[in-house]
């Protein structure tokens, strides 16, 4: 498949491109963790890192979810759905391990559903059968106006969303057949 870029996307490239040869001469792909040649490789969102920092401040001290709501990101694809069928493997990977690693992951799993970052469903695996996950800009811009995010992390974030072109951050979600608002439980 071939990778269509605009022209300002080409020229930054290039740029890059260049600058690295001027820095790493002879370097090829073969060497380098490049997404266009290698599989495995999901879209995580340019803010994620800020996102799950603001998270955790929301999550309370000694209870990060940064990590659980980026182990499951990983895994998923353009639906925004997982099915969290296999809680071990997700647990170990979001960093929790030994006899509570479960348990502490699905307490952080019910946290990201407490603050509006997903939406979670039983099914045959039980109270954590199937993830939706929400718009988080949409999540954070909700518990901004409810004064809980640091105001320096919320201008972070807008600063850089609009850096980047990400629009959603200032969309308001109106839909009254998935109204978001009775999904977010503030």
């Not at 850096?163 to 009254?176: H, K, M, R």
Request: glycine share 6%.
């Amino acid at each position: 498949m071939a990778l269509s870029l605009n022209s300002k996307s080409r020229s930054v490239l290039k740029r890059q491109l260049d600058t690295r040869e001027r820095l790493w001469p002879g370097v090829d792909n073969d060497r380098l963790w490049y997404r266009r040649d290698r599989d495995g490789f999901a879209s995580v969102p340019r803010l994620m890192p800020l996102l799950m920092n603001v998270m955790d401040d929301l999550s309370g001290k000694g209870f990060p979810v940064g990590q659980t709501y980026l182990e499951m990101w990983c895994r998923l694809f353009d639906e925004c759905f997982l099915i969290l069928n296999r809680p071990e493997e997700m647990a170990f990977h979001a960093g929790f391990f030994g006899q509570r690693a479960v348990r502490t992951w699905k307490d952080r799993v019910r946290r990201l559903r407490d603050l509006g970052f997903i939406d979670i469903k039983p099914g045959p695996m039980g109270e954590l059968s199937y993830a939706l996950f929400w718009n988080p800009y949409h999540v954070v811009r909700k518990h901004h106006q409810a004064g809980q995010v640091q105001q320096a992390k919320w201008h972070a974030l807008v600063v850089r969303a609009n850096e980047i072109g990400a629009t959603d951050i200032d969309q308001v979600v109106d839909n009254p057949s998935n109204d978001l608002d009775a999904e977010i439980p503030f």
